[in-house]
């Protein structure tokens, strides 16, 4: 059965720096795409970034020009590095993989991301 696991949540002042992993196994299919997304608490989910591997990347204006998506297809992992961190990117932050020839998404469970002030 595919899994999902998101990592490397975590706390962080305001302006720091945390890298988050997401680990897909079960399955020997590759990443094709994948997204994170988060939840505050109190607000829907809301996406943060989307990358086709190999291909494009794209982002939400929020985090523009401080996250970077990134994939490592032989590893079948998917990472967010997020710099100069704000209050406002606390959340749980989510991992959504499409593996190839697979036709449905596939959720990890989340990590926390707390950022001070």
């Known amino acids: 059965q595919v899994q999902v696991v998101e990592s490397g949540g975590g706390w962080a002042q305001a302006g720091g720096s945390l890298r988050l992993s997401c680990a897909v196994s079960g399955s020997t299919a590759s990443i094709d795409r994948a997204g994170w997304y988060r939840q505050a608490p109190g607000k829907q989910r809301e996406w943060v970034a989307t990358?086709?591997?190999?291909?494009?990347?794209n982002y939400a204006d929020s985090v523009k020009g401080r996250f970077s998506i990134s994939g490592d297809d032989g590893k079948n992992k998917v990472y967010l590095q997020m710099s100069n961190l704000a209050p406002e990117d606390t959340a749980v932050y989510y991992c959504?993989?499409?593996?190839?020839?697979?036709?449905?998404?596939?959720w990890g469970q989340g990590t926390q991301v707390t950022v001070s002030s």
């Open positions: 959504k993989v499409r593996l190839r020839g697979f036709l449905f998404d596939k």
């Open positions: 990358i086709i591997l190999g291909d494009d990347a």
